[in-house]
């Protein structure tokens, strides 16, 4: 009889476990309706989940777009009565009759009197995220570098337009369970729930910058939390967990929080609002912990903590974030070494950053003036030697060295590094990868500048095809004179008048840019990378042998003294050659490296006899 009773329990489990469904319950919007009752799931301290309560009170359709509808909900239990809802709560799951609803995401208006909160439909956010394609990665317009504290904030508020209700008109929504005068009013109240950023290892100014601008965007950021100290739960995510979403790691750290929704076929849904609408992404998912919760008259916010990577987040769109479990994504590495022999100083810092087009640049930026602001002087002008080589999957490196001096050179040396990797990432030519960022700064607590002083020519007489010495005097920071020598090799089919301009970086490119001389544009990435590895730099002259002869740049290519009757033929064509014509032809192009932030200009005239 047991053995028979035993057989039975085991068939009943049997049956139940295939009975039991492969995917979350879920009620659509069209069953919602005014005064159902459920619950909320979520973390109000640590990694315990807690039930709240949740009165339905109606439904908005087309709230915050063309069938983008948000359930309308009284919150209750735990802290909310006193907190009312709490930043970092998105995401929340609500459950009606054990069937999932939806995710808590959205608060109406500021300084209100009971925890009422918008929900976004579980079937939304499955709906965005059934099209997901994680490969795909859209140029954008590049941040500009340096970058000011007001242009990081206008950066982050310009390019998060969360803010913004669809509802321009009260015809544009209708409602379900609620008063139809207050339809217009009720969605345009409408904003999603701030999200939680974590900011660890940044010096204080730039914390504050952070701040100001995420503030700006939308966000609730807060110079506090870290790893978090204690273990966290083991095994996959579950509804109504803290998650977080790590944009930078290592001695550095930011990530932004929330809450899991749903979690089926390893499939991670969170926020039920955007975290900053990027689209297709690749940060990594973390778990998190919450210390506490802040209440506040305005909105309430959770205090949080990141801990393991748990996956991938790859999608961030209007009704949530999205990603799968497992392995995290490769992230960008960043090493930086500095050395400050004046203060006895030499550290190396680490951290990575996710692969974004405005996040890598931006938070690598951040990065190198952080460890500046914290390890180096901060007031009064300073030098900064920088080496920078950033390595490119499949593609040479992009490397260069230059010397930054004044009172604002760190903020130099820092977009330098940034600009790069700005370019590379925002290119509409291919998408690009990148393997990491090497730095290597030495820091200095003086000036260390040069002025051109005087140029010359160690003869008297030139004749075509001879290499003559150019002298070149250059007059350094309290009155050090260095004199660098350079040969110039005269073409042996060239006579008569010539000049040889010495030039700083800035006034060459001003000069070319006055006589029109147009910027090639690269069309590959190959083309891109060695632009980047040309530009000219701030410690060094450049030397050009002109002539007072036409040219043309035909395509980008540049052809220097071109008989007249070429010139005629070229100009006669009109199928799109993209001539642009030259009123000098350069016929040599030399660099003189000072070790210096070099400024200053001279041009010497020099007759050139036949032999």
Do not use: C
Request: aromatic content about 4%; overall charge neutral.
């Amino acid at each position: 009889m047991k053995r028979l009773a035993g057989l039975a329990l085991t068939l009943l489990a049997a049956l139940f476990v295939v009975e039991t469904p492969a995917t979350t319950a879920r009620m659509p919007v069209d069953e919602i309706r005014r005064g159902m009752t459920g619950v909320g799931i979520t973390v109000f301290e640590e990694s315990q989940r807690e039930e709240f309560g949740v009165e339905i009170l109606g439904v908005l359709r087309n709230a915050l777009g063309p069938r983008r509808d948000i359930v309308v909900a009284r919150l209750s239990g735990g802290p909310l009565a006193d907190t009312g809802v709490v930043q970092g709560m998105s995401g929340s799951p609500v459950y009606i009759d054990g069937r999932l609803i939806g995710a808590v995401s959205y608060a109406l208006g500021s300084f209100a009197k009971e925890p009422i909160a918008g929900i976004t439909p579980i079937d939304e956010m499955v709906a965005s995220d059934a099209n997901r394609n994680p490969a795909t990665r859209l140029a954008r317009m590049p941040p500009p570098f340096p970058l000011t504290g007001d242009g990081l904030e206008a950066l982050v508020g310009e390019r998060s337009d969360r803010l913004a209700p669809f509802p321009l008109r009260s015809a544009d929504v209708r409602t379900l369970g609620l008063p139809q005068r207050n339809r217009g009013n009720a969605g345009a109240l409408l904003r999603p729930i701030a999200t939680p950023v974590v900011l660890g290892g940044f010096e204080p100014q730039i914390q504050d910058l952070w701040i100001a601008a995420l503030g700006a965007g939308g966000f609730a950021a807060a110079a506090v939390g870290g790893q978090t100290p204690q273990p966290l739960p083991s095994g996959a995510l579950q509804p109504g967990d803290p998650v977080g979403a790590a944009l930078v790691r290592g001695d550095l750290m930011m990530a932004a929080t929330g809450t899991v929704t749903m979690v089926e076929d390893g499939r991670v849904y969170a926020f039920g609002h955007p975290f900053y609408n990027l689209g297709s992404i690749r940060f990594p998912m973390t778990r998190a912990s919450v210390t506490t919760v802040l209440p506040s008259l305005a909105l309430s916010s959770k205090i949080a903590a990141i801990g393991d990577t748990v996956g991938t987040l790859d999608q961030d769109r209007a009704t949530g974030i999205f990603g799968t479990l497992g392995n995290g994504p490769r992230m960008v590495p960043v090493r930086m070494a500095l050395d400050a022999p004046g203060q006895n100083l030499r550290q190396t810092f680490r951290f990575e950053v996710v692969e974004d087009r405005l996040f890598t640049p931006l938070l690598t930026y951040s990065g190198m003036l952080s460890t500046f602001l914290s390890w180096t002087r901060q007031l009064g002008a300073s030098t900064y030697s920088v080496s920078s080589t950033t390595r490119v999957d499949g593609q040479d490196d992009v490397a260069f060295k230059d010397v930054y001096s004044g009172d604002t050179a760190l903020i130099a040396a820092a977009g330098a590094v940034a600009n790069p990797l700005s370019a590379l990432l925002n290119t509409d030519i291919a998408a690009v990868d990148i393997e990491g960022v090497e730095i290597s700064v030495t820091a200095a607590e003086e000036p260390r500048t040069a002025a051109l002083e005087r140029v010359w020519l160690d003869t008297a007489r030139v004749r075509a095809g001879d290499t003559v010495g150019l002298r070149v005097l250059v007059r350094g920071y309290r009155g050090a004179d260095l004199i660098e020598t350079v040969d110039i090799e005269i073409p042996s089919n060239v006579t008569g008048s010539v000049q040889i301009q010495v030039s700083d970086a800035a006034a060459l490119n001003a000069s070319e840019r006055l006589l029109g001389q147009p910027a090639r544009a690269p069309r590959t990435v190959g083309q891109l990378i060695e632009s980047l590895n040309t530009t000219r730099r701030g410690n060094r002259l450049y030397v050009k042998l002109l002539r007072s002869q036409p040219g043309a740049v035909v395509k980008g290519a540049t052809m220097p003294a071109l008989p007249a009757s070429v010139l005629a033929v070229l100009e006669s064509d009109r199928s799109g050659s993209g001539l642009h014509r030259l009123a000098q032809a350069t016929l040599g192009e030399w660099e003189i490296e000072t070790g210096h932030a070099v400024s200053g200009s001279r041009t010497l005239t020099v007759r050139v006899e036949d032999r």
